[in-house]
């Protein structure tokens, strides 16, 4: 093999193991990204029970939440409406939410739990939370 030659193989091999680490890089990506889904359901698992809450309008959607007595929620609050909302449920309160904005709060169910909305004449108008035990 002249000089030529070698440098040529040598080039088509390099090209041949890229591609052999780009087909496999694409075939492991998904699992990374599954391994990396499970872990994140374990850390819910160890933080409680994920909960989505929807701010429409004067409204909380849901506005009964069911759980067991000693259960840790991890809330999560988006305001959907178009005025300004939040939530205070137990000893916790999110921030004030915009519209379009979300936090959450995690609380420990108790008996007659109510949360609402401090936003003047809200409450008053139905802008409530019940948790109900089951
Ligand atoms: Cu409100």
Same mark, same amino acid.
């Given at each position: 093999m002249d000089k030529q030659t070698q440098n040529f193989t040598f080039a088509l091999l390099g090209l041949g193991i890229a591609a052999v680490i780009s087909i496999l890089a694409q075939h492991l990506a998904?699992?990374?990204v599954l %391994?990396? #889904?499970?872990a994140t359901?374990?850390?819910?698992?160890?933080?409680?029970? %994920?909960? #989505?809450v929807r701010i429409e309008g004067l409204s909380f959607v849901p506005d009964v939440i069911e759980a067991s007595p000693g259960q840790t929620l991890d809330i999560e609050v988006h305001n959907t409406g178009d005025m300004t909302h939040d939530l205070?449920?137990?000893?916790?309160?999110?921030?004030?939410?915009?519209?379009g904005q979300r936090d959450h709060i995690r609380i420990t169910v108790h008996q007659g739990m109510r949360g609402w909305c401090s936003l003047p004449g809200h409450r008053q108008q139905g802008m409530v939370l019940d948790i109900r035990l089951r």
């Open positions: 998904p699992q990374l %391994a990396d #889904q499970q359901h374990t850390q819910q698992a160890e933080a409680g029970r %994920a909960v #989505q205070v449920l137990g000893s916790q309160r999110t921030a004030l939410l915009a519209p």
